[in-house]
């Protein structure tokens, strides 16, 4: 049996999301990418646009952790004092 949903199945309940709310989410996510949201071209495959959101994620995630480890140096060379207004203004 296929683990992929029949789209001609009827939905039992109000948990399972519509074709169209799924274009629109995948329009939405589009439109947020920096890499296919300006395009003029409307025609991106939704599987394209998945893959590059998850691309665009994996990449802000190294991107804090990077700066996360920038931040832990800086307090470790400030002053205790300095690094005390640091920490209480990132904890607000």
Same mark, same amino acid.
């Given at each position: 049996?296929?683990?992929?949903?029949?789209?001609?199945?009827?939905?039992?309940?109000?948990?399972?999301?519509?074709?169209? #709310?799924?274009?629109?989410?995948?329009?939405?996510?589009?439109?947020?990418?920096?890499?296919?949201? $300006?395009?003029?071209?409307?025609?991106?495959?939704?599987?394209?646009?998945?893959?590059?959101?998850? $691309?665009?994620?994996?990449?802000?995630?190294?991107?804090?952790?990077? %700066?996360?480890?920038? %931040?832990?140096? %800086?307090?470790?060379?400030?002053?205790?004092?300095?690094?005390?207004?640091?920490? $209480? %203004?990132?904890? #607000?």
């Amino acid at each position: 049996m296929s683990s992929r949903r029949s789209r001609s199945r009827p939905s039992s309940g109000s948990s399972r999301i519509t074709d169209d #709310q799924i274009l629109d989410l995948v329009s939405k996510l589009q439109q947020l990418l920096p890499e296919i949201g $300006n395009r003029r071209s409307d025609k991106v495959s939704a599987a394209k646009v998945l893959q590059d959101t998850c $691309n665009c994620i994996r990449s802000l995630h190294r991107e804090v952790d990077d %700066l996360s480890e920038r %931040l832990s140096e %800086l307090l470790a060379t400030t002053d205790t004092a300095q690094a005390a207004i640091i920490r $209480n %203004l990132l904890t #607000q």
